[in-house]
């Protein structure tokens, strides 16, 4: 198409032909609105935002308590505690061990059951209540205390501990020979079931080839 400035130059070649000119070039430039408008949109956006009220945030949770059993601590059972009736004193302390001292000791076990048996019948290979023979007595009365002994006085040699005649005391078994056993009472008397008397009896100490002490 061709405008008005253009047809002149075309009819009239001397008259100088005039520059084209867009008339966009004198429209007024938008760009100052644009931003102005989008400088209020992001003004307003950030007022509604900071209008917004605040998201309260969710409380901590409290920690849950371990359980009790898991973490329980170690115990051991101790025995219990007695109170004592009375209060203990040195006298009451001398007495319990004068009262100790008293008991009968295990020697005087064993010789006060075989004093008790005097006067039973001698029977070779017997061990009591009625009867005995030499090693079946001391069986029998060791027996009292809890020791066992074999029922044959070459096996009795050889038990306990081996005693001099300067060291006898009482319990101790004296042996005048590998076929005969007697007690030792002290003060140089013995007590043994005798063959020749056939019966229990108490005698003087006589020549021996070993002693022997269990207790």
């Given amino acids: 198409m061709v405008n008005e ?13 005039r520059i084209i000119r867009s008339h966009r070039m004198h429209e007024p430039s938008h760009l100052p609105i644009v931003f102005r408008a989008l400088a209020l949109a992001i003004i307003a956006a950030c007022l509604c ?18 359980d009790a059993q898991t973490y329980a601590p170690i115990t051991f059972p101790s025995p219990p505690y007695v109170e004592p009736s009375e209060p203990r004193t040195e006298a009451t302390t001398r007495a319990s061990r004068n009262a100790e001292r008293q008991q009968p000791s295990k020697v005087e076990i064993v010789i006060s059951f075989a004093m ?22 001391v069986l029998a009365a060791y027996a009292q205390i809890g020791i066992t002994l074999y029922h044959y006085t070459g096996v ?7 005693v001099v005649s300067s060291d006898l ?10 076929n005969h056993v007697q007690i030792y009472l002290g003060n140089g008397k013995v007590l043994h079931a005798s063959s020749g008397q056939g019966k229990v009896v108490v005698a ?12």
Avoid: W
């Avoid at 009795?156 to 081996?162: D, V």
């Fill in 5 to 17: 400035d253009t047809f002149e130059s075309i009819i009239d070649p001397v008259k100088p032909l």
């Fill in 49 to 66: 935002t900071a209008a917004l009220p605040l998201e309260r945030s969710a409380p901590a949770k409290p920690l849950e308590p371990h």
């Fill in 116 to 137: 008790a048996q005097q006067g039973k019948r001698y029977v070779f290979g017997a061990s009591g209540p009625a009867t005995y023979d030499c090693s079946g007595l």
């Fill in 156 to 162: 009795m040699i050889t038990k306990g501990r081996a």
């Fill in 169 to 178: 005391q009482r319990g101790d078994l004296i042996f005048p020979s590998y």
């Fill in 204 to 215: 003087n100490l006589g020549t021996y080839i070993a002693a022997r002490r269990l207790v």
